[in-house]
């Protein structure tokens, strides 16, 4: 199976005669500078909204799956991750790198703009849950990573994220669903 | 006789000499033979004069009289030094006896040494330190935490190929 390259040329559209940018699949966008997005987005975390932030990924991870040709959960891992961290960093969001701790997958985003990380972590959150990670969260941790869990399990790795445990310590107390429920 | 006695002698011979009957000129040409006869000499006054004898300024030294050697040079005095004859090739520079150079002249000369014995320390006469020997002690060593052994447990496993099974996997992960 050939994968898909990413082809970053293109990829914005710019409608000059109709003052309008739009990405390659059709997704008006808005370029706003960079301290009024973040303190828009701050806003938006402080009242407990964290939707918002999730469309925010979710619009990034859509705009992924549609370059890759297909379902995105088909194709290899580092294929996938090639073209999401294009996208993301075209949207100037940063440098998406995934690393893997035992059966956890973790993320990490360096060069982010200056947001809160329970911020980029619903962004991220939206991000995989578009690429076909149903009910998939992101729970920050001290040291700058993002643990990707399921809604159901967020709520306790959020704790012990909070306890300054690591992406190593969280994969240990983390096991199969079949295992946890015995 | 002096010198001037000697002169006079010579005028007197010479008019003696002119005196005396010339022999004829008949077997002459005739233009020879028609040629004036050669006019009369007057006899020169005679004329004395003393020349006194020139003295030598070798003669005398300071005022005493010299002395009959000849004289010598300030060096003459100065014995003679024996000189050799100069060969032919005295220009150059004197040749010397060198011996032929071997070709590796220029290393360093080859000493006769022995190779020394150079053994290891045999194992046995190596001892670790207290420290260290009591961290290679198997009982020193702490057995693998439980989360690390499940880690180690979990790693053979095979990876997921897709990337949507790498995202199941973490999704189906629940607190333990």
Same mark, same amino acid.
């Given at each position: 199976?050939?994968?898909?390259?990413?082809?970053?040329?293109?990829?914005?559209?710019?409608?000059?005669?109709?003052?309008? $940018? =739009?990405?390659?699949?059709?997704?008006?966008?808005?370029?706003?500078?960079?301290?009024?997005?973040?303190?828009?987005?701050?806003?938006?975390?402080?009242?407990?909204?964290?939707?918002?932030?999730?469309?925010?990924?979710?619009?990034?991870? &859509?705009?992924?799956?549609?370059?890759?040709?297909?379902?995105?959960?088909?194709?290899?891992?580092?294929?996938?991750?090639?073209? $999401? @961290?294009?996208?993301?960093?075209?949207?100037?969001?940063?440098?998406?790198?995934? &690393?893997?701790?035992?059966?956890?997958?973790?993320?990490?985003?360096?060069?982010?703009?200056?947001?809160?990380?329970?911020?980029?972590?619903?962004?991220?959150?939206?991000?995989? +849950?578009?690429?076909?990670?149903?009910?998939?969260?992101?729970?920050?941790?001290?040291?700058? =990573?993002?643990? !990707?869990?399921?809604? &159901?399990?967020?709520?306790? !790795?959020?704790?012990?994220?909070?306890?300054?445990?690591?992406?190593?310590?969280?994969?240990?107390?983390?096991?199969? #669903?079949?295992?946890?429920?015995? | 006789?002096?010198?001037?006695?000697?002169?006079?002698?010579?005028?007197?011979?010479?008019?003696?000499?002119?005196? @005396?009957?010339?022999?004829?000129?008949?077997?002459?040409?005739?233009?020879?033979? #028609?040629?004036?006869?050669?006019?009369?000499?007057?006899?020169?006054?005679?004329?004395?004069?003393? $020349?006194?004898?020139?003295?030598?300024?070798?003669?005398?030294?300071?005022?005493?009289?010299?002395?009959?050697?000849?004289?010598?040079?300030?060096? +003459?005095?100065?014995?003679?030094?024996?000189?050799?004859?100069?060969?032919?090739? %005295?220009? &150059?520079?004197?040749?010397?006896? !060198?011996?032929?150079?071997?070709?590796? %002249?220029?290393?360093?000369?080859?000493?006769?040494?022995?190779?020394?014995?150079?053994?290891?320390?045999?194992? #046995?006469?190596?001892?670790?330190?207290?420290?260290?020997?009591?961290?290679?002690?198997?009982?020193?060593?702490?057995?693998?935490?439980?989360?690390?052994?499940?880690?180690?447990?979990?790693?053979?496993?095979?990876?997921?190929?897709?990337?949507?099974?790498?995202?199941?996997?973490?999704?189906?992960?629940?607190?333990?």
């Amino acid at each position: 199976m050939d994968e898909p390259r990413f082809d970053p040329g293109g990829f914005w559209e710019f409608h000059l005669s109709g003052g309008a $940018v =739009r990405t390659r699949n059709g997704r008006r966008v808005v370029a706003l500078p960079e301290d009024v997005a973040a303190t828009l987005l701050r806003l938006a975390l402080a009242q407990g909204d964290e939707t918002l932030l999730a469309r925010i990924g979710a619009a990034l991870g &859509e705009e992924a799956a549609a370059t890759l040709e297909g379902d995105p959960g088909a194709r290899s891992p580092e294929t996938v991750l090639g073209h $999401v @961290k294009s996208v993301v960093a075209l949207f100037g969001l940063g440098r998406l790198a995934l &690393e893997q701790w035992g059966h956890v997958l973790v993320a990490t985003l360096d060069g982010a703009p200056p947001l809160p990380p329970d911020a980029l972590a619903a962004l991220l959150g939206g991000l995989f +849950a578009a690429l076909g990670g149903r009910d998939a969260r992101c729970v920050a941790t001290r040291e700058g =990573r993002f643990v !990707v869990v399921h809604a &159901e399990a967020a709520a306790a !790795v959020r704790s012990w994220a909070a306890e300054g445990a690591e992406p190593g310590v969280i994969a240990t107390r983390l096991g199969p #669903a079949s295992e946890a429920a015995s | 006789m002096t010198a001037t006695a000697r002169l006079e002698a010579l005028l007197a011979r010479v008019q003696a000499n002119r005196a @005396k009957p010339r022999p004829q000129r008949d077997a002459l040409p005739a233009a020879t033979a #028609a040629a004036p006869a050669p006019a009369h000499l007057e006899p020169i006054p005679s004329t004395s004069f003393d $020349v006194s004898p020139i003295a030598s300024p070798h003669d005398t030294l300071h005022g005493m009289p010299a002395p009959a050697a000849p004289l010598h040079a300030p060096h +003459a005095s100065a014995p003679p030094i024996p000189v050799e004859p100069v060969p032919a090739d %005295a220009h &150059e520079e004197p040749r010397l006896a !060198v011996e032929p150079v071997p070709a590796d %002249a220029h290393e360093e000369p080859l000493l006769a040494v022995e190779p020394t014995p150079f053994e290891l320390p045999t194992p #046995a006469s190596v001892e670790a330190p207290a420290p260290v020997a009591a961290r290679l002690q198997p009982e020193a060593i702490s057995p693998p935490s439980e989360p690390i052994a499940r880690l180690t447990a979990l790693l053979p496993e095979p990876e997921p190929a897709t990337f949507g099974g790498l995202l199941r996997r973490t999704l189906a992960l629940r607190p333990r």
